[in-house]
């Protein structure tokens, strides 16, 4: 049984969110979705290690039927790249201030790659019961280092609701990638704190990008104060790749 409506000629979007966020960071995107007649997912993005989220995301959308428009932010690029390999049903992916490694490339590789990042040093870290480490950014400097550009009282309610990524996923690798056979589009943030603008730029390239946007003063979670950006591009990629 599908998990979303059949009777629609649009693609379903699925929405990966990535770590210290949590599937509402999407909620303008998919209002404007919604309203357009674009049946929506916002995945819950474990966080738990590259392979693990991939393969949470490959199983959720065997539950989709009909074309499929992937969007992913931060660490969920990273997840839509994985997920979204070998599926013939995925027609776009859309990459919202977000990874897009290479085959063998860890998330913190692409982080490291040129000067500008400094999410290491607003990071604290908890310790799991079974091993391992859960990584946070500090409330006191969430707004700052991710949500420069959303009003104070919505960066401070992100920043209490944000789920923790596992330590252990920024050093793990990817597999081959779904834009290498798959149109994708960027959108990002000039500003961007975790993942700078000309790291971006780099990926957006070597995907062969349809479209490129940086937004000028935009943050790491650009696609919040610009939802209806988001929402345009992944309307874009649907038309460009599904007529629809």
Known sequence: ?????????????????????????????????????????????????????????????EGISGDIILVGHSYGGTVISGGGAGN??????????????EAGETP????????????????????????????????????????????????????????????????EASGEPAWKSIPSWFLFGELDKNIPAAVHHFMADRAGAKKTIEVKGGSHTVGIPEAAQVFDLIREAADATTGT
Request: aromatic letters at 8%; hydrophobic letters at 45%.
């Open 88 to 101: 013939s049903r995925v027609k776009a992916l859309v990459y919202i201030g977000a990874f897009a490694p």
């Open 1 to 61: 049984m599908s998990i979303t409506p059949e009777s629609t000629s649009h693609p379903t979007v699925v929405l990966v969110h990535g770590a210290f966020a949590e599937s509402s960071s999407w909620s303008g995107v998919i209002s404007l979705l919604l309203d357009d007649g674009y049946p929506a997912i916002a995945v819950a993005n474990p966080l738990r290690g590259v392979a693990f989220d991939s393969d949470y995301l490959r199983a959720t959308l």
């Open 108 to 171: 913190g590789d692409l982080a490291g790659k040129l000067p500008g990042s400094t999410l290491a040093e607003t990071l604290r870290s908890v310790a799991l019961p079974g091993g391992g480490v859960d990584l946070y950014i500090e409330q006191d400097r969430y707004r700052a280092q991710f949500a420069a550009d959303s009003p104070a009282e919505i960066a401070a309610v992100m920043a209490v609701t944000q789920r923790p990524i596992q330590e252990s996923a920024f050093g």
